[in-house]
């Protein structure tokens, strides 16, 4: 059953002729204009007052490429200048991860305040006529009520902090010389792709293949049989110990979410056609560390000093909550990854 | 596929001819020198000093038989005296109630410790040794575990209080006139069993047929389309709503474990073979019982005034469990009941 894991979900191929270096050229080239075109529009966008969602768009445009740029740089190391790409890539994963954090916040707070209105019925977030006319009777009742109002209005404030903090770090990134640095590089690329000089007669092919072989070991080396047995609990093991979080178990599989990407980004270079299986495994492991970060983000908030116990108990159980979403993730994605195994 | 579920699962059958009301009072004769006894051995257990288990066997043993007796007045109630049974049917509840308070303490306390136990990984209930060598190094990560041990104490102090009392009101209710009168009911029971004049012919078929049809509407009524998805969240929405424990959700499965309990007990009064397939279902919904009121006792205790907010975020991650167990609990009972109905 391991076994089929391992095996290619579903081969490389779909191009006409052998990949050859010409078309990784071709593909940061293109990644390349991308870049710049979102970088031209986020600086006429920062010019004027803030337009509905350009920025947003711009730096997720930017990101969007510079993810590919990285890990084609990965990928393809080999037929790429050395010196040029190893100066690259950590400039690459500095800007992509500090580009990426304001939104992480902003997802996180959306996802645990969705989660707290689920768990507390219609009454919360408009906790005010709502919650009034519950209690009335009950007065005791009300209280985890309040609990769930408090802990959003915590989360709120603390996560709130964290993306305006990410957002004045990410502006003055953007207008650091370290990254002019890395955006001259950039706009090199646009024209000009280092490779070295055989890679115009090398087959990209088995590159892209130890790149889907390291994403099919990765995953079958996950606890799939676990993960497939619905409520196996396995995910809020530990939930209370003293281990700081993120769970150490998460792990394996926030890793395999990062070899899914650079498989799907190995496929595009490709030019291999669009696999909807594969896109669908990547969601799963996006919610499940988007799930496994807001847990963490619930237990990181229940530790802040003096809260109200009723505000700790709606944290506890939203961070269990989230437990159970990263368990679900991994339910959803096993299925999936299966389903891959199977049908070749 | 609603329809499967109104199928019956099994026919009543297995019995060789037709059962009649001899049948049923053979059962009920038998069930009542099984009580008697019981209450022999529970008066010898409590002559003498506090042998080893012997009292809480006796108390199981004298609601195992009350609760069988119970069902078959229920059950097979035209075949019966009216009078007679009118007046026993609420003794029988009373006493069954009463007796069965203690042990339902007792384990739902027990299933609360393990829960944390599971939560904190190896640290708790040994926590002396292990939580200071853990926590030394990170004293503010040792918070919930502090926090989970605060809270197994205070469940220990609740529920033990809570059984004690129990146990008081059980003897008081074994030495009282009520249960006396009861008794020789019941002593009158293992003798002469007051059939109406019709029921010697009677076949108990068509009673047990709609016992066990009561059940089939039941379990088809409930949500099972949805307790089939696993994850689907169901159990814990409203779980900081200001409604009051336990979940209303909960209630149709309660009634279907009773009268899944009515249709086993009628088998065993037609004498039909042992279904394993019922005993799972019925196991499952013992399960959703026990996680549903152990949830409840969590987020009670949360409700403890000046707990510390450690301890209220670990009950808070302890009720999200134990939801999520009466969630498992559901798909497990999905599972089981669909196989029964697709098997017919």
Redesign the interface.
Known sequence: MAQQHLEPTEPVTGHVGPATGDALAGYLRSQATEFLRALRQHRESGAQAPGPEEPVDAVRALRRSVRRISASLHTFRPLLDPDWSEHLRPELAWLSGTLGMEHAYESRLERLLLA?H????A??PAQGAG?AA??AA?P??????V??AKAGALLDRQLTLARTRAHSTALQALGSSRFHAVADTIAVLASEVPLVKSATGTDLYPLAAAAQERLDDAAAALPLVTAGS??N?EA?????????SPHPQDAPWHQVRLLLRLHRYAREVLASSMDVRLMTAGQCLDRHRDASEAAAAA?AA??TPR???????????????QR?EV??AR??FQQCWQKQAVST
Chains 1, 2 share one sequence.
Request: charged share 15%; net charge negative; no cysteine.
């Open positions: 707290l689920r768990l507390s019925g009454v919360f919650a519950h209690s009950a005791d009742r009300g209280n985890l009520t609990g769930a619905p409520y609990a809020l093991i530990h939930g209370l110990s003293p281990d700081p237990a229940a530790r809260i109200a116990p009723a505000t700790a108990y709606a944290l506890g159980v939203l961070h269990a909550d159970h368990e679900a339910f959803a």
